[in-house]
């Protein structure tokens, strides 16, 4: 167990939020240039049974995933496996009908491949299903022309990135996760499409103050007819289901690791890629031909970029973040990576709160 100071505020923090009520379970990992100095958690994994939050409990990180996926898309790339402006139906032909031929890697990453969309219909079984998935993702239209205007791919990336990664290198994606990922820098708590026997550790998930979104009849991103989302999360057919932008479960630690194996110097000397394939990976994007400059401002290759009032620090930093409140990110300027999970959703932005809170107290112990 952790003692030093940052450990102890930490873990005031999150009983306080617990016992306040503001949070039910959650927990918060940190490592500072290469050394874990935060592994806390606090309350109730499922408010069912009365099951309490510890180190392995595993949670629901909706777009979390994503932050995670890029780094895999970014090991292929650096092995040249990959060219983020090569067509994606160089590797997967099927894909580059419907006038998406010339959708190149990088739009995809950066969210500008115009194909946002879900396909009209879906159910939990087609959702579940990555050859039914990737079937329909390939018939797609895009709603732009792709490259020109940026729209966030809420669960389409998903599906574009790992079947990518499939086809240039033959594994599904979890096993590339866990092998190219995972066993490099030694977790074994990060699924996209969970095993069997760790159900037992999963959170349940709870929601309050969130309005869902409603079926408008328009093309959706996240189609109104599979939420709530949280209640999504918790059907065991949907946490075994492999979908590379929003399924992911696992611990804040598996987070964290992740991002400091990123870092200079990584993790016990293991870096998941080098400081200059980080750089490309981390360089700010915008579509092709804008004039208005009006666009998303915090975008690189499948992370979000930081910047001023960002929860990640400065331009340098880079993460992501998913539905609910979960984070994942690294600060390079600070060398600092934080790993956040929780399973209670509502519009309060208590991870803000316990960032804060954490970069404070490591600043103070610095002086």
């Known amino acids: 167990m952790l003692t030093g100071t940052v450990q102890k505020q930490t873990q005031t923090l999150l009983d306080r939020l617990v016992s306040e009520g503001k949070e039910r379970g959650l927990q918060v990992a940190a490592y500072l240039r290469g050394k874990l100095v935060v592994n806390a958690w606090a309350g109730v994994a499922d408010i069912n049974s009365g099951r309490l939050v510890d180190e392995e409990t595993l949670f629901p990180v909706f777009s979390t995933t994503k932050g995670i996926t890029a780094t895999l898309i970014h090991i292929l790339a650096e092995r040249g496996q990959l060219s983020y402006d090569e067509p994606i139906a160089k590797v997967w032909p099927e894909f580059g009908g419907r006038g998406k031929e010339r959708i190149t890697l990088r739009q995809a990453l950066n969210h500008s491949s115009g194909i946002p969309q879900m396909p009209r219909g879906i159910g939990f079984s087609e959702l579940c299903d990555w050859e039914v998935m990737c079937r329909k993702i390939a018939e797609l239209e895009p709603l732009w022309p792709p490259g020109t205007r940026m729209e966030y791919h809420a669960m389409t990336y998903g599906w574009i990135m790992g079947e990518v990664a499939r086809r240039v290198d033959g594994r599904p994606f979890q096993q590339l996760l866990t092998e190219e990922v995972c066993r490099p820098i030694g977790i074994g708590t990060m699924h996209v499409g969970i095993p069997d026997e760790v159900e037992p550790n999963v959170a349940v998930l709870e929601e309050y103050g969130i309005e869902a979104p409603l079926d408008d009849g328009k093309p959706q991103s996240v189609p109104a007819s599979l939420g709530p989302l949280y209640a999504l999360m918790n059907r065991p057919d949907v946490r075994r289901a492999c979908i590379p ?64 009032g960002s929860r990640y620090g400065d331009t340098s930093a880079f993460g992501h973040d998913g539905y609910g409140g979960s984070i994942g990110f690294a600060d390079p300027q600070l060398g600092l990576a934080v790993g956040l999970t929780k399973n209670l959703f509502h519009n309060e932005d208590t991870p803000r709160l316990i960032i804060n809170e954490l970069r404070n107290t490591l600043q103070t112990a610095a002086r």
């Open 245 to 308: 932008a929003s399924t992911g479960i696992m611990n804040a630690h598996s987070i964290a690791r992740h991002y400091a194996a990123l870092l200079s110097g990584g993790v016990d000397g293991v870096e998941l890629l080098p400081a200059d394939r980080v750089k490309q990976a981390t360089e700010m994007q915008k579509p092709d031909n804008t004039k208005s400059g009006d666009y998303p401002r915090d975008w690189g290759l499948g992370y979000h970029i930081g910047g001023e």
